[in-house]
């Protein structure tokens, strides 16, 4: 068997407790499922002397549904998000998301917490050190030049977490640990549009839980496109949250991911709320969704299908709800 | 970088087993390389395939996605868990029944699969079974075979009988 590297394994029973062994300890790296890690690790992409595992906080563990919001532990499987029924009911975009993630077997270790946490991804990063060696590495990981735009100052890795786009369609918040204490930030500021830094957290900070609104009236899905139906990650996912008044739209809130090194909340889609869901306003919503990603050549597929496809499933989707809403 | 071990207990196709594990070591490596089960087979170490599949308290999971320490406390069933005196599983003797093997290489992990999925979903179709099975990959490519295997438990038409 390939050798992993060696490491201490901690396991603390608080989130105080975790952050606080993760500010002694410099290299040091959070485990929930390991389902990104791991493999992270064996291929050389992370490097570490610490392991803090996740797994013993009782804190991270649990789903709540109150009156007006669900509270979600970042330390809940994806595979019991899928299946808790005030999920599947009230936010189907949720359920929707944390059961197109990989296969069955991941979701029953795969966490909310790791998955919006995933490492960005792309097709010169996500090799071997053999594969990445031959090709000079790039600016991500040991090397100094992006190999997918080599002029950049900046690397475009993709942000490709499924549940991300849902959470942010439903305006979800997150709470997040530290050694100075907790702090609540809205989802879209959770995340930076960079594939080397993509996360909002501090050195060493925890993402505890995730607090998502209950909007009755509102109905939502997530669509993604992959090459094969299962196991893979999005080529593009989008998540829309849509509320119908008679024949006018009455809220439209759509993200994507993949497509850029954050999970994108799409802008301007303002504009449509209040008029009827026609062909112009189709058009128009195709026209917001292309504007709001930047598919770069992170994945095997390429950019101009990406770039053709994300809109399109886009409309799909909003038309599939608007429908339904009827 | 020194290796540091630590000791584990846990049960393993009911049977108690305590050991020494190295921090960094998969429960894959630890079933195959300390304790002997080959059973449980090495693919692509990283996820994709499946063939590591095992249950753990329960669950089934990628054991090469899954540290040995982490088995401590817990509750293991492999491949050669399933077998009794009495024979093969009904489980295993349908995939055989229905010529659902082929090189074998994927059946220890496309099996507990097929197990969990049977045991947890009483009237489990065929498309749920397809979506259950989806993560466990079979290079010989025999899924229809494996999927009527599957339908002739849930339908009780298998147990053993020859076709
Ligand atoms: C074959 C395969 C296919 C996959 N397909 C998909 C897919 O289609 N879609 C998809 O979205 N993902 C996919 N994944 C990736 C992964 O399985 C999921 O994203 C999963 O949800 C990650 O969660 P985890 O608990 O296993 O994370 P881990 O691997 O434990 O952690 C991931 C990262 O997040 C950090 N982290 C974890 N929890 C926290 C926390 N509470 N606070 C701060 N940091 C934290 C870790 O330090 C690590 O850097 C796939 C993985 C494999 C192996
Ligand atoms: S986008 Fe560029 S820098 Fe980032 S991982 Fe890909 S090749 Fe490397
Ligand atoms: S060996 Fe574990 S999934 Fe392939
Ligand atoms: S029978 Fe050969 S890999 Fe499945």
Redesign the interface.
Known sequence: MPVMPDFELLRPDSAEAAVALHASRPASRYLAGGTDLLPNLRRGLADTATVIDLGGIAELAGIRVDADRVHIGAGTTLAALAAHPGIAAELPALAQAALAVAGPTHRESATLGGNLCLDTRCRYYNQSTPWREANHYCMKLEGDVCRVAPKSKRCYAAFSGDVAPALLALDAEVDIVGTNGRRTLALAEFYHDDGMRWLALDRGELLAAVRVPLAPGWSSGYEKLRIRGAIDFPLSGVAVALARDGERLAGLRIACTGVSSRPERIEGLDALVGQPLDDAALAQLEKLVLRGIQAMETTTASVPYRRKATPILARRLVTRLWTEAA | ????E?EIRFKLNGREVSLKV?????T??ML??KLGMTGTK?AC????C?AC?VEVDG????S????A??CDGRELVTIEGLRTPEGLHPVQQAFVDHGAVQCGFCMPGMIM?AKNLIENNPGLTREEAQ??????LCRCTGYTKVLDAVEAVVSGKSCGSRP
């Open positions: 970088m020194m290796s540091v630590t190295p921090v960094a070591m998969k894959l490596a195959r390389d090495y170490g990283e996820g994709e499946g599949t669950r089934t999971v990628n090469c996605l899954m540290y320490v982490d699969q979506r259950g099975l989806e993560g466990n």
